[in-house]
């Protein structure tokens, strides 16, 4: 009998034709690698020339996938991936020799933060969706340790998902055990790592870190300050920290920076003023409300 329903397509879908073709018979032609589809073919994806398609599906992949998970806006976390968690840290100030004590114990002294950002994430992952179901203030890290991982975990601690977006690097690194695992990515590129950082961004916190951790604040800072992003709550944990290793007011006292540009952050202590920051910054938040959960953490 006549099917009379209008088709939604008439061409075969992309993964039909590629189990074909992985049943092809066998025969010279068929095993050259010029014979295989375009986007079952690795080797012709990594060529040298392909670098704007691999930058378009680095940008592509994760934005649909956040999409379909309805995720609105992120509270992103920066920092360090060498700060011990409390438990931690007279451990290893225990292992090092004489001569890296001194090292060990500054980081030892900043494991405080591990605790305030997994209170952050805490209270960040207590937003409820909006009227149209988008997720408000997603924990978002990069997926490592330290820092990143208290992030993520804060964000388990309220039965909440989180987001890591890690980086494959020379040496090995995987995700920590606290993202969740359909919203854990991988980048081949920082450009369009930092990118997602950034496009569902509502508020960042940045704890003591090192390269990295500047390397994404300052790029940041000079969008906002420059006018390609709008201003949004950038929060900077430990002024002890950052008023030693950068000197913001003498950057404005040399004429490098506008007096006005030292107002794109703010420093802070501790993740309920942190969240206080956030809460004053978006007075009157639309279609989303919170209601901030911060459980002990022995």
């Known amino acids: 009998m006549k099917d009379t329903n209008i088709p939604q397509r008439i061409f075969r879908a992309a993964d039909e034709d590629a189990a074909s073709a ?3 018979t066998l025969t010279p032609q068929t095993e050259h690698s010029a014979y295989k589809l375009a986007f079952q073919d690795t080797d012709f994806l ?10 378009q599906l680095e940008l592509l992949k994760p934005t649909l996938l956040l999409d379909e998970a309805k995720i609105g806006s992120t509270f992103v976390m920066y920092g360090s991936a060498r700060i011990p968690e409390p438990e931690m840290a007279d451990a290893m100030v225990e292992a090092v020799d004489a001569p890296q004590k001194k090292v060990a114990e500054k980081l ?7 605790v305030e950002a997994r209170k952050l994430a805490q209270l960040a992952s207590s937003c409820a969706p909006d009227e149209d179901g988008q997720r408000q203030f997603v924990v978002c890290s990069g997926g ?14 309220v039965g909440a998902e989180s987001i890591g977006l890690n980086i494959v690097l020379p040496f090995e690194q995987a995700p920590n055990e606290y993202v969740t695992p359909s919203l854990s990515f991988q980048f081949h590129y920082f450009a369009l790592r930092k990118m997602h950082f950034l496009i569902r961004a509502r508020a ?26 709008k201003p949004l709550p950038i929060l900077l944990f ?3 920290f ?11 006292e040399e004429g490098t920076i506008s007096p006005e540009d030292l107002g794109l952050l703010r420093f802070v202590e501790t993740a309920d003023e942190a969240w206080g920051h956030v809460e004053d910054y978006y007075e009157e938040p639309v ?6 959960t911060i459980l002990k953490i022995d």
């Open 22 to 24: 992985r049943e092809a």
């Open 46 to 55: 990594l060529r040298e020339d392909l670098r704007p398609v691999r930058f």
């Open 108 to 114: 030892r002294a900043k494991a405080k933060y591990y």
């Open 144 to 157: 490592g340790p330290s820092i990143m991982e208290a992030a993520n975990r804060g964000a388990v601690d």
């Open 204 to 229: 960042v916190a940045a704890f003591p870190g090192g390269f990295g951790t500047f390397d994404e604040l300052f790029e940041l800072l000079c969008l906002v300050q420059t006018g390609k992003v």
């Open 238 to 240: 430990g002024k002890e």
């Open 242 to 252: 950052w008023t030693t290793v950068v000197n913001f007011q003498a950057l404005a």
């Open 287 to 292: 279609g989303w409300k919170c209601e901030p």
